[in-house]
């Protein structure tokens, strides 16, 4: 089983490219809404979770899963990849922390890089670094379905910093600056992918109901009119989301 968390659809393609046949691939997103935490797995089964890595951390809809998490399962093997636009992190030791107050232990963890897609932070990759990014994260994600076949185990350390970021983050991404122009074509896109639920649609126009949000970007990126821009940061920005993503 998987467990997954995306905004623009990195980590639901890596996900999708280590799971086994007829591995299911559960949505935190999706789970949390429907209050769906109780999971019971067969002795030894693996468990997953696939997310992005949000300023060397942990996206706060993950941890507060994993927080109301109740697997029952004997002996599972745990691993967990995490994709990135750019550095290396300390979110897997993160995870490990919080995994660990649930009683599951971690056996394995690994980044992928992908394209960026924070676009209030910085551009997105063109056209063709975004090539070149996939075909070594293809590689790479084809890889670690191999290793991962063999059940490794390699300790997982830190997370003291990702524990100081999560905070920090999720004070920071405000939502005051969201906002939609006039080009908005009222679809309800940003509202209905929103995994905060933070996005209500009044009069035909996206409105942010919660002061922050777990700023995953979905909605930014996934306009289909380009219509959201957050404060001055956005605008002439390309916008990014996984060519595989709906
Ligand atoms: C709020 C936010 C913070 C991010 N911080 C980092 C970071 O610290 N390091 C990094 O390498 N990438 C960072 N990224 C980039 C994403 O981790 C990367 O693009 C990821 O693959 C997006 O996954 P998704 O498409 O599944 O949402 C950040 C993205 C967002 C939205």
Redesign the pocket.
């Known amino acids: 089983m998987i467990f997954y ?8 393609a ?1 996900a999708k490219a280590i799971a086994e046949a007829d591995e299911p691939l559960i949505s935190i997103a999706e789970a949390a809404r429907k209050k769906e935490f109780t999971y019971e797995l067969k002795n030894s089964a693996r468990i997953g979770f696939v ?7 942990v996206p706060e809809p993950v941890t507060a899963f994993i927080r109301s998490l109740e697997i029952h399962c004997r002996h599972p093997y745990v691993f967990a990849i995490i ?7 300390f979110a897997a030791g993160l995870l490990r922390h919080e995994l660990a107050q649930r009683r599951i232990r971690l056996h394995y963890a690994c980044s992928v ?6 676009v ?2 910085s551009d997105t990759p063109d056209e063709s670094k975004q090539k070149r990014l996939f075909a070594a994260a293809e590689q790479k994600l084809s890889d670690i379905r191999e290793t991962l076949r063999q059940r490794p185990v390699r300790p997982v350390r830190g997370g003291l910093m990702a524990t100081v970021c999560q905070p920090v ?1 999720c004070k920071s ?1 405000s939502t005051v600056p969201f906002r939609a122009e006039d080009s908005c074509v009222s679809c309800g896109a940003c509202a209905r992918n929103c995994p905060d639920e933070a996005i209500r649609m009044e009069h035909g126009r996206p409105v942010w109901v919660k002061a922050t949000c777990a ?4 909605c930014i990126n996934r306009c289909p009119a380009g219509a959201i821009e957050y404060g001055t940061k956005t605008p002439g920005r390309r916008r ?1 989301v ?1 060519p595989d ?1 709906q």
């Open positions: 968390f995306t905004g623009t659809g990195n980590s639901f890596a997310f992005p890595e949000y300023c060397s951390t994709t990135r636009g750019g550095v290396v992190s890089r992908m394209p960026n897609n924070a209030t932070y983050l991404s700023f995953c970007h979905g990014y996984h993503f």
